[in-house]
């Protein structure tokens, strides 16, 4: 086979059922350049690597595929999970041969044949490399009804800053194409930071912006049992919090950007702070705000558990950084960000009308 001008990197744990869905919407793409398909598995007990295997008789030029060691004995939950997650994506990085990268989570699948294509030429055209990736749209997908739903704001097509981006929008990791940062001698994932989707994408925007298309180009499966599924919102929101803290690990430059991205969730976390229940909850990831150095995060989910001292000081900050977080996002939102999102804004007052 040729050298690949793209990689597409995909990840399963226990998802025989999706196997071929996702593989034939991949190797359905239609390119003018070569392009190779890495699967890790990590060490599923159901017929997941029996049918990849399959696929890897039928196409040895692009299809390789390895399995990762997992003890059957143990039970991976919380942090565990996330760290074979990043074990599992940084080794499929390192294996890619392409000029670009993509990620794919294994149940998920691409629905436009011209996917690669479309970004490929988004980031050859863009020689002076102002752009670290192209990203584009993607739905949620309900099997069980054939139900979709757009994931993103629906703003146009538009090239973002990487403090733009990182301040307001997000793209699904499966929906970005990656310039293949190993290939320049840069190894994004030497940080060591979890690397959840929010924190993958940033590991590269040390490196350039981000080009966005509206484009709906892929489905993200909603399945019952996901990682994201089995933690409450709550949960979900402690973890998108620490991520302020992780991102300096990264690089210390987008600050602002950060606490504008993740006000919603200190505001949340704030609000419920003196619920006991959710301070159960919020055990489970105690181990990783103490990892994390993110004593704000422990300040409030632990508020009831806190000393007199301790809460008075939560009540303090917050307020404090939720008065700079305004701050940094009017130097931040410059005119060109406010227009998408008042595009957006109107776009989705107009749907019910439409409909």
């Known amino acids: ?10 990840s399963f744990y226990n998802l025989a059922p999706y196997v ?11 390119t003018n350049f070569p392009f190779e398909v890495i699967c890790a598995d990590d060490g599923s007990s159901d017929d997941t690597v029996a049918k990849l295997r399959v696929w890897e008789e039928k196409y040895p030029d692009i299809v390789r595929i390895f399995v990762m060691d997992r003890d059957p004995n143990v039970k991976y939950e919380a942090t565990a999970r996330i760290r074979r997650m990043n074990a599992i994506r940084g080794r499929l990085f ?63 097509a538009c090239s973002l800053t990487a403090k733009e981006y990182w301040s307001f929008f997000y793209i699904h990791t499966n929906a970005l194409m990656f310039r293949n940062l190993g290939l320049q001698g840069i ?4 940080s060591g930071v979890p690397i959840n989707d929010n924190l993958l994408t940033f590991q590269f925007l ?11 180009m892929f489905n993200y499966r909603q399945v019952e049992g996901s990682t994201y599924h089995r933690r409450s919102p709550y949960q979900n ?41 959710l301070a159960k909850e919020a055990q489970n990831y105690q181990e990783n705000i103490r990892a994390c150095h993110a004593g704000r995060v422990r300040r409030i989910v632990n508020y009831t558990n806190e000393n007199a001292l301790a809460r008075l000081w939560c009540e303090i900050e917050n307020p404090f950084w939720f008065f700079m977080t305004r701050v940094f996002r009017h130097f931040i939102w410059k005119p060109k960000v406010r227009a998408l999102l008042e595009e957006a804004r109107v776009k989705l007052e107009q749907q019910p009308a439409a409909e």
């Open 206 to 216: 040390p490196y350039g912006g981000i080009y966005y298309l509206p484009d709906c």
């Open 1 to 10: 086979m040729a050298q690949p001008k793209v990689s597409i990197l995909i």
């Open 237 to 277: 929101y402690i973890l998108n919090a620490t991520m302020l803290y992780q991102q300096k690990r990264v690089t210390r430059g987008f600050f602002g950007s950060g606490l504008v991205r993740f006000v919603f969730e200190y505001e949340q976390l704030f609000r419920n702070r003196k619920d006991p229940q």
């Open 187 to 190: 190894d994004p994932y030497a």
């Open 20 to 30: 071929d869905k996702t593989m034939e919407t991949v190797l359905a793409q239609k």
């Open 94 to 156: 390192r294996e890619a041969k392409g000029s670009y990268v993509c990620y794919l989570d294994g149940d998920d699948f691409y629905t436009d044949p011209y996917k690669l294509q479309k970004q490929a030429d988004i980031l050859d055209a863009d020689t002076a490399h102002q752009y670290v990736a192209c990203g584009h749209n993607g739905c949620y997908y309900w099997e069980s009804t054939g139900k979709t739903e757009p994931i993103e704001k629906p703003i146009r």
